[in-house]
T-cell receptor
């Protein structure tokens, strides 16, 4: 079982609210990621980080922002939530093992966000 | 365009039966291919990971195969159990960046009936 935690598991909020989704890992992994996943669809990378003070945007454009002040913590923030942000958000961290590029990603349980 | 296609989209089998899930990809350059299991409402969990030089990898009742020439992979589940009910996701990594970008399939939703 991976030591990566996401809170809250479920969140229902009104339009215009500011929210922060928390993600923490205790494995000391440098790389961390945020994915967005709609039901029956593939995961889309929205943010990633190579380490402290490193953040990059992923393939899917997102109005969310992230920060990486500590190795173990990678929160995602939405300044003004909208119904289009309704989705499942998955956080992951990874460590490289053996051959180059063969890093194993460990996922959190996800946060299911509903914006009314 | 780099893509990962999985089939079937969904599958229902009886407990104790075997099944095979398919994955075709067009990702290039190729680094490795992973199979993940995602239970409903949970994050994906890694089952196997294979590089181009590996053509089979087992993890308990799960056996993954890879044909890098035809760009196809399969996941075979033996003697299925009710707990195997989940979405199985094929993920391909390229060598095109230091991040080793991952391309996700949409998954095969497997349901095991008693």
């Amino acid at each position: 079982e991976a030591d990566i935690y996401q809170t809250p598991r479920y969140l229902v909020i009104g339009t215009g609210k500011k929210i922060t989704l928390e993600c923490s890992q205790t494995m000391g992994h440098d790389k961390m990621y945020w994915y967005q996943q709609d039901p029956g669809m593939e995961l889309h990378l929205i943010h990633y980080s190579y380490g402290v003070n490193s953040t990059e945007k992923g393939d899917l454009s997102s109005e969310s922002t992230v920060s990486r002040i500590r190795t173990e913590h990678f929160p995602l923030t939405l300044e003004s939530a909208r119904p289009s942000h309704t989705s499942q958000y998955l956080c992951a961290s990874s460590v490289q093992t053996g051959q180059g590029g063969r890093d194993i990603q460990y996922f959190g349980a996800g946060t299911r966000l509903s914006v009314l | 365009k780099n893509q990962v296609e999985q089939s079937p989209q969904s599958l229902i089998i009886l407990e104790g039966k075997n099944c095979t899930l398919q994955c075709n990809y067009t990702v290039s350059p190729f680094s490795n291919l992973r199979w993940y299991k995602q239970d409903t409402g949970r994050g994906p969990v890694s089952l196997t990971i294979m590089t181009f030089s590996e053509n089979t990898k087992s993890n308990g009742r799960y056996t993954a195969t890879l044909d890098a020439d035809t760009k196809q992979s399969s996941l075979h589940i033996t003697a299925s159990q009710l707990s195997d009910s989940a979405s199985y996701i094929c993920v391909v990594s390229d060598r095109g960046s230091t991040l080793g970008r991952l391309y996700f399939g949409r998954g095969t939703q497997l349901t095991v009936w008693p």
